[in-house]
Structure formats: structure tokens, C-alpha cells
């Protein structure tokens, strides 16, 4: 069997960046009787050289993603490549795909939260995401909740052709001693204990409730350190006790979860949430709400609230203590129920 992927994300800085280089990674890794045809953008492909394999070959191309040349061009690949399929780990399969084809699907947010997407971009996202849920031979959802908000929008007939297949932290987030870690709170300045959010401040996010909740504890005696960026960030009205940390590397990140009083987020959907799983790994006591996938990930003994500032910043009072480590998932694990179904 020859599988194609789209790798074309895999330099990105967001989770489906993280999803794909791990994924494809450890898929690699495996002695499977599989060859692996990777479609990548020209000089964005620093990541796989370090693996000892030659069981897959690259194939370059720079059209961009959503845009007009990519429906254009990688059909002609995908067709000279020779591959029996092609596995997305995005949504955004070419509409006139000439092979068979699986997608993992991560959430539906802009059906649910446009944020500042233009109706044209929307009505593209959704023309695309039907295109893909209807035709693929099967889908992956990284939640049942993500599954359900498939079956729910785009029919129950479409149940039996999903499987759900949860993420993983990366090793970056395996735990650290404090003096490894000691020279990072110098690097950003953090002489106080801290709750930590990382995440972009998109509006289903609802970072100001998180900000306005801890205004509310009126304490000197902690900060509240959010990792994000985006235009959005800059929206974002801050009170004394509350900085923004831009562009933090995997491992200063691992530091920055060790040393944190608790993870937290007022997010109010999440498909996924990949920094509760690097909490956990990290050994972070961590605070979500009820909303979206994050019950259903977050690990035993978090603490799981209503999104309202009275209860986050009643959870912030009492943090919860940390998370059980014994009970991680590893990307070998999601890479061999993922090849699973590519099998199928």
C-alpha cells in the first residue's frame, strides 16, 4: 500500500502543526508494509531528516492552503504520485480528489464561532468540510464530541464511517526537575507563583473572561502568564498581575507548565485542546470548563467548572491538585489506531 499525506501543516506553530509532525513521525516509525508519499512545502521539511527510514519520499509543492492554485495543483500530484490514498490530517481535501481519501477532522468552530473569518472565507470553510465529510472513506474525530458535532451538522448516517482517535503530548512535555527549569523563570521575568493559559485569544476562547475572573481575586500574591498572540491578543484589556508571553518554544513552554500554580481556560469549545494533555505531561494541575471536549479529556482530578468568572475564579482560589501521570497517551498509540483505519 502506498498512503499520501498532506504534511503541508506540519511547520506550523498551531495544533494541527503539532498533530501532524507527531503523527506522521511516529507513523513512520513503524515497520508497517506501508510506503508514504508526503506532500510538503518546498524547504519545510527540516523535521523528518532525523528519521532513520526510507519508507517514504517527498513531494514539494507552494500553493497555499484555501486557495485556488491548491485545488488545482495538488490533484495533479496526488494523480502522478501513484498513491492508493491520500490521509489529511485537515479538512481541506481537494474538491476533485482522484483517490480514495481519509481526513481527520480536529472541530467545526467556524460553523459555530466566525470570529473575524469573512463570509466568503466561511462560506469556503463550509463548502470544503461538507466536500470532505461526504466523500472521505472515513473520518477521524480527535473527540466524540468532535464526532458528534460531525453527525449532528452533517447527518447520522455519517456515525458509522468515524472513528474517534485522541491526541497526545509531545516527549517535549515530559516533566522536568526545578533546576532545569529554574533558568526559565529568569528568561520571562517570574518571581511570583502563576496560573498559566496557552492558546491563541480567538473569541471562543473567552481570554477576557479568564482575565476578568482573576481581576476578581484583587491577590498581589499571584500573576496570570497567558502564551498567545494574534491580532485578537491585542484586544485583550490586561489588569496589574496579567502578562502576555509571545512565541515560547516547546521546551521553555514544558518549563513554564512545571513551575505554574495551574493550567486554566474559559474556552468555550474546544475541539480537542492539546495544552490540557501538555499540563498534564508537564505535571500542571489544570482547570477547564464544561464546555466542548474538555470534560471528556481532561484528566482525573481536574478541576472542571461552568465558563462564568465566579466559578474560574472561584477554581483559582482552590486550584486542584496535580494530574495523574501514570495514565498518558502516547503518539505511538494514536499512530497505530490510526493506521488502522487507513488499513480499512
Known amino acids: 500500500m502506498t498512503i499520501g499525506i498532506d504534511c503541508r501543516f506540519a511547520t506550523t506553530s498551531s495544533g494541527l502543526g503539532s498533530y501532524t509532525r507527531e503523527l506522521v513521525t511516529h507513523l513512520l516509525k513503524r515497520k508497517d508494509d506501508v510506503k508514504y508519499v ?7 521539511h527540516q523535521w523528518l531528516p532525523s528519521l532513520i527510514t526510507n519508507n517514504y519520499s517527498l513531494i514539494t509543492n507552494n500553493s497555499r492552503h484555501y486557495s485556488l492554485s491548491e485545488q488545482i495543483q495538488i490533484p495533479f500530484l496526488i494523480k502522478r504520485s501513484g498513491i492508493d490514498l491520500l490521509f489529511s490530517p485537515h479538512f481541506n481535501v481537494p474538491l476533485f480528489c482522484p483517490v480514495p481519501f481519509v481526513a481527520t477532522i480536529h472541530d467545526l468552530i467556524l460553523h459555530r464561532y466566525p470570529n473575524q473569518t469573512s463570509a466568503i472565507k466561511q462560506r469556503a470553510y463550509r463548502l470544503l468540510m461538507k466536500h470532505t465529510v461526504k466523500k472521505a472513506k472515513a473520518l477521524i474525530a480527535v473527540s466524540t464530541f468532535t464526532a458528534d458535532e460531525i453527525v449532528k451538522t452533517y447527518g447520522k448516517e455519517l456515525r458509522k464511517k468515524i472513528t474517534v482517535i485522541h491526541e497526545a503530548a509531545g516527549n517535549e512535555f515530559a516533566r522536568k526537575s526545578a533546576a532545569a527549569c529554574g533558568p526559565v523563570l529568569k528568561k520571562y521575568d517570574l518571581p511570583k507563583p502563576f496560573f498559566l493559559y496557552v492558546g491563541n485569544a480567538k473569541e471562543h476562547k473567552n481570554v477576557q473572561m479568564l482575565i476578568d475572573a482573576y481581576k476578581s481575586l484583587d491577590s498581589t500574591e499571584t500573576e496570570l502568564v497567558l ?4 491580532r485578537e491578543s491585542n484586544d485583550l484589556r490586561l489588569c496589574d498581575g496579567v502578562r ?3 512565541d515560547v518554544p516547546a521546551p521553555d513552554l514544558s518549563c513554564l507548565y ?15 485542546g492539546l495544552p ?13 470548563t464544561n464546555t466542548g471536549s474538555l470534560p ?3 484528566p482525573e482530578g481536574s478541576r472542571i467548572v461552568e465558563p462564568t468568572v465566579e466559578d474560574i475564579a472561584d477554581a483559582l482560589r482552590d486550584p486542584p491538585s496535580p494530574p495523574d501521570m501514570d495514565k498518558m497517551r502516547t503518539w505511538g498509540e494514536v499512530a497505530s489506531e490510526t493506521i488502522t483505519v487507513l488499513r480499512k
Open 38 to 44: 508526503l506532500f510538503v512545502n518546498p524547504g519545510d
Open 227 to 230: 502564551v498567545t498572540g494574534g
Open 244 to 246: 502576555i508571553v509571545r
Open 258 to 272: 512545571y513551575f505554574a500554580v495551574a493550567f486554566v481556560t474559559a474556552s468555550l469549545y474546544e475541539g480537542f
Open 276 to 288: 490540557v494533555l501538555e499540563a498534564q505531561a508537564s505535571g500542571c494541575p489544570v482547570i477547564v
Open 296 to 298: 471528556e479529556i481532561a
